[in-house]
């Protein structure tokens, strides 16, 4: 499993469409990734991304990515649901084939309950490309360590 001072893997992500591939290798130099089970889930949705969105502190944590192994029209489209006007700045990235989530090794079997395998819940602080903390809920899905509020403060 990733662990702190690991780089970042350059993996393509998708943003908004198929085509338009991000890679946050490069892309990413300080800021925060949220991986997420999936998109639309009661939790993904009701609870953990909000608390991110709706943080005071958001503004200050760099770039933040929400990333689920879920293709590129559904990320923008959940994105457009939890953050309507794009205030708080978080971009929503696909994981299509799980290729990135597999390189961080934070993958689990979701097929009985979601259709295919799926990323755990975490929330990553980057420094300088690098993970400077990594948040990986024990059970997978919950959200005990890895809401804004223990991530941000």
Do not use: Q
């Amino acid at each position: 499993m990733v662990k702190v001072g690991d780089s970042i893997p350059s993996v393509p992500l998708v943003e908004k469409e198929p085509g338009n591939h991000v890679d946050l290798s490069k892309e990413l130099g300080s800021g925060i990734i949220i991986g997420v089970p999936a998109a639309f889930s009661p939790t993904c949705s009701d609870s953990h991304v909000p608390s991110f969105v709706a943080h005071p502190k958001i503004k200050d944590a760099g770039k933040v990515f929400v990333v689920s192994v879920n293709d590129a029209f559904v990320m923008n489209a959940w994105g457009k649901t939890l953050d309507a006007d794009k205030a708080s700045g978080i971009r929503f990235l696909g994981d299509p084939s799980g290729a990135f989530t597999r390189a961080l090794d934070l993958e689990f079997d979701a097929a009985p309950l979601l259709g295919t395998n799926r990323s755990k819940r975490y929330a990553m602080v980057v420094e300088n490309g690098k993970v400077k903390s990594i948040n990986v809920e024990p059970d997978n899905i919950g959200t005990a360590v890895s809401t804004a509020d223990k991530i941000l403060g």
